[in-house]
């Protein structure tokens, strides 16, 4: 139990350390056991699980920072993209944008915090600095996080800057067409700044006919 959460969850092992993670995997083990073989996929009710635990109460932004490093994890062992993944963007100049799909690589996932949620992942696993987490806790910044593979299959952990990317990532993400992406952002919405950002991040991306069956 311990290796396992410890593996899909490592912000909340550095988090807590190392004799309170291992009791609370032992405790998560009993309470929520594996029901598949492949104990890699055990561990995505701990999020609910740590909002649950009185003795967690007093660290709110526990429960996200799981469900952060839950999407990092699945974003892992998502599928590869299909052998027909193009990255190309023509289309958007030609086409109606209810006939179209804007797709982001498989695993990618959209999550909104109370709490900077990106600065404290990036202080665990890249180079942000400990006191700026620490600013950014004392101004009560909120973060909405995207999580994304790259084609050399290296996550990232982005922070998006309004409602109205967080919105229109997240349609996309689910599904819809890009014309109801767009409705989903909001008149606020630039489409050209966040195309702009995902083209300079390298956002593997493609642009697809829509259809409900996809």
């Not at 590869?80 to 944008?97: I, K, M, Y």
């Amino acid at each position: 139990a311990e290796r396992a959460l410890d593996s899909a969850y490592p912000t909340i092992a550095a988090l807590l350390g190392a004799a309170p993670f291992a009791a609370l995997a032992r405790h998560f083990w009993h309470e929520h056991p594996p029901v598949r073989g492949d104990v890699g996929e055990w561990g995505d009710a701990l999020p609910a699980f740590i909002a649950d635990n009185e003795q967690l109460a007093r660290e709110p932004y526990l429960a996200d920072c799981a469900r952060l490093d839950w999407a990092v994890h699945a974003a892992t062992r998502a599928a590869d993209a299909s052998t027909a993944w193009l990255p190309a963007l023509d289309a958007l100049a030609t086409t109606d944008p209810s006939q179209l799909r804007l797709q982001l690589s498989p695993g990618s996932a959209v999550l909104e915090s109370r709490w900077p949620i990106v600065s404290v992942w990036q202080a665990h696993h890249g180079d942000e600095p400990l006191d700026d987490v620490r600013a950014a806790f004392a101004a009560e910044l909120a973060q909405t996080a995207l999580v994304w593979r790259d084609d050399r299959f290296a996550i990232h952990v982005e922070a998006l800057g309004s409602s109205a990317d967080a919105a229109f990532t997240a349609a996309s993400i689910g599904g819809r067409s890009l014309a109801a992406a767009l409705d989903a952002a909001g008149a606020s919405f630039s489409f050209e700044r966040w195309l702009e950002r995902a083209l300079r991040s390298r956002w593997p991306m493609a642009v697809t006919p829509y259809t409900r069956a996809a």
